[in-house]
C-alpha cells in the first residue's frame, strides 16, 4: 500500500478536534461581548434629560477638556444599584459622571437617584437603546472613560468594584 | 441532548426580558414592519442574519428580548433611511465585532472556515478517484 | 431502599461488563475455549440489569422519593405523571444512565439475536461494546450517581419547572438517544472485526439492521425536534443552526453516509475500510456530541449545570475510545484492501459520490461549530450561523440530491450514460416545469429556494422510477424503503425550499375587533380574555381566520405566565396557534399588549405568518424514517430467506 499514512488522517484530525476542546476547556468561553468602538469619538447624539431636574446628555458636552465617565445604567437594573457607592466614591474624588439611562421611565428614574444617590451631572434618557448600540454596550451597567476630547478610551463591563476605584481615578488622571 | 439544549436556548429566550424588566413599550420598529415590501424584505433578511446580544445562539429576528427589539428598530429606521443592508451590517460590526454577524467575513482568522468545502472536496475527489481509476485499466473477473 | 438497590444493581452491571471485557480478551488471545462461553450471558446480563437500575430510578421519580437528591433537584409531588417519568432522564445523571440502558441493552441485543458473525468477530464486539460501557459506567458511578440519597430529606423538589413540562419533549431524548447510542452497535461491530481481521459482506450484513435501526431513531428524534422547536420557540422557524442542533445533525448525517457504503461493502464487497471508518466515526461524532452539551463548550446555554470535572473525564473517555478505535484502524486497515474496484458510473460510483458529498457536509457542520474555538485561539471572536451553512452546505446538499437521481437508476459494476439518459426524462421534465414555472411566475426568489424546488421536483420523480414497470407487489421491500426514503427527502427538501421562499408575515398591533389580512387569509382579532390553566395564568386571543373560500377557523394563541420559582421572576411563555391546511400553515402568536398614549383600549402585538408547505418537512422527515423502516424489515426477510437457502444447500450437501 503506497499511501498508508493516510490511514492515520483521522488520527490527526481526531488530535486537532482534541486540541480545539483542552484550549476551550483550560481558557472558557467568555461571554462578554466587548464594544470595538474604542479610542474612536463619541458617537454623534441628544439625549433628553431621563428625569426633571437633572440635565439631558449630549456629545459635544463630553468634550469639555475633563476626563470623565459615562455610566450606562437603568433603573430596573438591579447590578447597578450595587455599583452606586462607587460611583459615589468616584464623584467625591472629583471624576465627572455623566448618565445614560436605558430604557427607562422618569419616574422610576427619580425614584432609583432617591434610593441610590445622584452621582450624575447629566443624565440623558436612551429609550430606544440607541446610542447604547451606537457605543457597543451590550448590558447595564456599563461604564466608558472618556478623555477630554470627547474619545472614549475604555469601557468597563459590569460592576465598577470598590477596588477598581483608585485605578479608574489614575487613569483618568493620566488622560489630562 | 438537541432538545435539551433548545430547552436552554428557549429558558434563555424567555428569561431574558424576565431578568432584565423593564417598563417601556418596545421600540417602534420592535414589532412593526416597515411599509415598502421590498425595504422590509431587506431588512429582516439582514435582521436574520445579526447575532442578538443578550440571548447567546439567536438572531435578533427570532428574539424576544428588549435588546433584540431595539436592534430590530435600529436596522428597520437605517434601511427605511435608504442604508443598505450592507453598511448596516459594517455599522454594527464596527461597534460589536464580528461577534454580532452570522455571516463571517473573509480574513486571516476565518480562510480556512471559507476555503474548507473547496478543501474537504478535493481532499475527497483525490481520494475517491484513487478507488474509481484501477476500474477502466482491470476488468474485474 | 430501592435507590441503594438501584446502586448495587449499576455496580453488579459495571462487574458484568468488566468480565465480558476480560473473557473476551482471554478468548482472542487464545486462551481457554470455555471462557467464550461466558461473554453472551453476561453482556445480555448486563444490559437487563442495567436497564432495571434505570427503571428503580424512574420508580424512585414516580414516589416522589424527595430523600433522593436527584429526585428533590428535579422532581416536585405535584407534577404530572407524565413529567414525573420523564423527570428520570430530564438531567444529567438520569440522562447518563439512560445511555448505559441503551448501550447495555444494544449490547445485549447483539449477543441475543446476531448469529451471522463469525464466533470471534462476535466475542471481539461483544468485549468491544462491553468496554464502551464500562468507561460510562466509571463516569456514572464516580462522578453522576444518580442514585446518591440526600442527609435530610427535603419536604417537597425543586424542579417544577414549567418550561420542561411538554410533552413532546419527555419523549423526545429518549428517541435521539436510541438513535445516538445505537451507533455504539456499528462501532464495536467495527472494532471487532478490525480486530479479528474480518471485514468483508458478511460483517457489513450483519452491521446493517443495527446501523438502520438506529439511524431510523435519529432521523424522527430530529424531525420532531425540529418541530417542537418550531412551535414552541414563538418565532416559526424550524432550524436554527444552533452548536446544538448541529452537533446532533452531525451523527445523523454519519449514518446516512455509513447506511449507503455499507450497502456497497455488503453487496459488492468493495469501500471495506471506508466503511469501518464511518462506522467509527458515527458514535465517535454521537460523544463528541454529548461532550459539547454537557461540558459547557460552546455558547448555546443549556439547561445541565455546566461541570467541568465532567468535561474532563468525558473528553478522556472519548480519548481512549476514539483514539483506541482510529489508531487500531490505523494500523489494521492497511491490511484490508478496499476490495472490488468499479467504473465511476455505476451504483457504486454514485453511492462513493453520496458518501464524499455527505461527509464533507458533516465535516463543514462540524467545522462551522468548532470554528469560533479556533478563531478565539487567534485573537477573533466570531460567530458562525445560518448564513455560513447555507452559502457551503446548501450546494452541496442539492448536489447529493441530483446524485441521488442518479444512483438507483443506474446498475452494480458499470453502467452506461445513454441508458441513464433514457431512463431520465419524465424527471427532468418536471424539473423543467417547476424551474421555469417559479421563474415566470413565482416572483422573486432566492436562488437556493429555487433551485432547491426545482431539484426536488425532480428527486419526487426520479425517486419513483424504480418502480416503473415492475409488479409492485413483487418490489422487495427494501427497495420500497429506499423509494419511500428518497421521495420523503424531496418532500422535505420541497418544505424548505417552499417555506423561505414564499413564507409572508405580518406583525401588527391590533385591537380586538380588528382584522387583519396575511396572505390569503383574513384573520378578525375577536377578543382576548384571560384563562388559568393548572400552574399558570394565561391571556388567550381568539383569532378567527377566514379563507378566500368562505371557510372560517378558529386559532386561540396565548401567552402564558408562570409564577416564579421559589421567589424568582415570573417566567413568560408564548403558545403558538397553527392552524394546518393543504397548502402550508397559518401561524400565530400573541405578544405584549401594546398601551396605548391615551389608555384607550389596550392592543395587542400580534405575529402571523403563512408558512406555504412548510408541514411537507416534517412529513418529509416521517417518510424517510418509515423508508428505514421498510428497509430494516426487508433486510429482516431477506436474512431468513437467506438462511433458509443456506440451510438447504447445506442439508443437500449432506444428503447422501
Known sequence: MKRRWILFAPLAIMALLFGAFLYRLSVPDDRLIESQWID????????????????????????????????????????????????????????????IAIRDRPDDVAAFLRENGNPFDRIGSDVQSSVQIALGSSGVPETFLIDGKGIIREQIQGVILADDVPGIIARLEAMK | MSARLLVAAMLTLFMAPVAAQDRLPPAPYAYQQLADPAKEAKAKALMETLRCLVC??????????????????????????????????????ARYGNWVSYDPPFDRATALLWLAPLLFLAIGLWLAFGRLRGANREEEP | MIAELGLALLWIAAALACLSLIAGIVVLRGGPKDVAGLVRPASVAQGVLTAAAFALLIALFVRSDMSVELVARNSHSLKPMLFKVAGAWGNHEGSMLLWLTILGLSGGLVAL???RLRADTLIATLAAQAALSLG??????????????????????????????????????????????????????????????????????????????????????????????????????????????????????????????????????????????????????????????????????????????????????????IGGALTLFAFRASAVAEGKQFALLSREGSLVINNLLLTTILALVLLGTLYPIVAEAMGEKISVGPPYYNKVAGPLALILCLVMVAGPLLRW?????????????????????????????????????????????????????????????????????????????AVALAGMAAESAFIKERLVAAAPGETVKVADFTVKFARVEPVAGPNYTAVRATLVATTPSGSSFILHPAARTFPGLMGGAPTETNEAALLTRPGGQLYAVLGQPVPSADGSADRYQL??????????????????????????????????????????????RFAP
Open chain 3, 136 to 321: 460510562f459506567f466509571a463516569f456514572l458511578l464516580f462522578s453522576s450517581n444518580p442514585f446518591k440519597r440526600l442527609p435530610i430529606a427535603p419536604p417537597d423538589g425543586q424542579g417544577l419547572n414549567p418550561l420542561l413540562q411538554d410533552p413532546g419533549l419527555a419523549f423526545h431524548p429518549p428517541t435521539l438517544y436510541i438513535g445516538y447510542v445505537g451507533l455504539s452497535v456499528a462501532f464495536s461491530f467495527a472494532v471487532g472485526a478490525l480486530v479479528t481481521r474480518e471485514i468483508g459482506p458478511a460483517f457489513a450484513r450483519a452491521m446493517r439492521p443495527w446501523v438502520l435501526g438506529s439511524w431510523i431513531f435519529l432521523t424522527l428524534g430530529i424531525t420532531a425536534g425540529s418541530y417542537w422547536a418550531y412551535y414552541e420557540l414563538g418565532w416559526g422557524g424550524w432550524w436554527f443552526w444552533d452548536p446544538v442542533e448541529n452537533v446532533s445533525l452531525v451523527p445523523w448525517l454519519a449514518g446516512a453516509a455509513l447506511l449507503h457504503s455499507v450497502a456497497v461493502t455488503a453487496t459488492r464487497n468493495a469501500l471495506r475500510a471506508w466503511t469501518v471508518m464511518l462506522a467509527v466515526i458515527g458514535f465517535s461524532m454521537s460523544m463528541v456530541g454529548t461532550f459539547i452539551v454537557r461540558s459547557g463548550l460552546l455558547t448555546s446555554v443549556h439547561s445541565f449545570a455546566v461541570d467541568p470535572e465532567r468535561g474532563t473525564f468525558l473528553l478522556v473517555l472519548m480519548l481512549v475510545y
Open chain 2, 56 to 93: 447567546q445562539g439567536q438572531s435578533i429576528a427570532d428574539s424576544d428580548a428588549p435588546l433584540a427589539g431595539d436592534m430590530r428598530h435600529e436596522v428597520r429606521s437605517k434601511v427605511a433611511a435608504g442604508e443598505s443592508p450592507d453598511a448596516i451590517r459594517k455599522w454594527l460590526v
Open chain 3, 113 to 115: 439475536f446476531e448469529k
Open chain 3, 607 to 652: 405575529r402571523l405568518w403563512w408558512k406555504p408547505l412548510v408541514w411537507w418537512i416534517w412529513l418529509g422527515g416521517a417518510l424517510i424514517a418509515m423508508g428505514g423502516t421498510l428497509a430494516l424489515l426487508g433486510r429482516a426477510q431477506l436474512l431468513a430467506i437467506w438462511r433458509a437457502r443456506r440451510a438447504r444447500k447445506a442439508q443437500m
Open chain 1, 40 to 99: 474612536k469619538p463619541m458617537p454623534l447624539f441628544d439625549l433628553p434629560p431621563a428625569t426633571a431636574g437633572v440635565a439631558g446628555l449630549k456629545s459635544s458636552d463630553l468634550a469639555d477638556g475633563r476626563p470623565r465617565l459615562v455610566n450606562v445604567f437603568a433603573s430596573w437594573c438591579i447590578p447597578c444599584r450595587a455599583e452606586a457607592p462607587q460611583l459615589e466614591a468616584l464623584k467625591a474624588a472629583g471624576v465627572p459622571i455623566d448618565g
Open chain 3, 413 to 489: 459494476r458499470r453502467d452506461d450514460g445513454r441508458t441513464l439518459w433514457a431512463r431520465l426524462p419524465l424527471a427532468l421534465l418536471a424539473g423543467a416545469t417547476v424551474l421555469f414555472g417559479l421563474i415566470l411566475f413565482g416572483g422573486p426568489i432566492g436562488i437556493l429556494p429555487l433551485l432547491g424546488m426545482t431539484v426536488a421536483a425532480v428527486v419526487a420523480v426520479a425517486s419513483l422510477a424504480p418502480l416503473w414497470k415492475r409488479k409492485l407487489r413483487r418490489v422487495p421491500l427494501p427497495t420500497w424503503g429506499m423509494v419511500i426514503a428518497h421521495f420523503g427527502v
